[in-house]
């Protein structure tokens, strides 16, 4: 697997991918989205720990203009992995099992934090203060090493 930000070696996929070649579509899915969720989550947990957290609530205009006060920790708690339906698949991953981490509403207050791209990229009156990238680049062996395994896992205890 290679990028432009580099690359990592992966050791073991033929045997993985000839043990997947054994399980049904649905087992092989499952197998495949319960392995990806496990990569993922210390990219989501890192992100989390990264996120700026405001030091008292302030106000933000929703999409719709509504104006709400934002209490610290909506950015946090917006952040989580997803499934990516079917429908959204494109090119390479047209024909995979595709998981994401991203921004959504906050769990505690459910607003979307319409702010957090300005927060990762910068503008130009206020420096970046990147969270997602980090966090991504950061754990990329640590999300292919647990993927690996579990994915192992998976299938082996679906082959028993």
Not at 14 to 25: M, P, R, T, V
Not at 56 to 76: C, S
């Amino acid at each position: 697997m290679a990028s432009d930000w580099g690359s990592v070696d992966i050791k073991g996929l033929d045997e993985l991918d000839a043990k997947l070649a054994l399980l049904d579509n649905e087992l092989a899915g499952k197998s495949l989205y319960s392995a990806l969720n496990v990569a993922l989550t210390p990219v989501v947990k890192e992100a989390k720990a990264r996120a700026s957290v405001a030091p008292e609530p302030h106000i933000m205009t929703t999409a719709g203009g509504r104006k709400v006060e934002v209490k610290p920790g909506l950015l946090e708690s917006a952040i989580r992995k997803r499934r990516l339906p079917k429908s959204e698949h494109t090119g390479e991953f047209a024909q995979g099992a595709v998981m994401g981490v991203y921004v959504g509403k906050g769990t505690k207050q459910k607003e979307y934090p319409r702010y957090w791209h300005f927060i990762e990229h910068g503008t130009s009156k206020m420096r970046s203060a990147p969270f997602l990238r980090p966090a991504f680049d950061h754990n990329v062996d640590n999300m292919v090493n647990r993927f690996a395994k579990k994915l192992a896992q998976n299938i082996d205890k679906h082959l028993e």
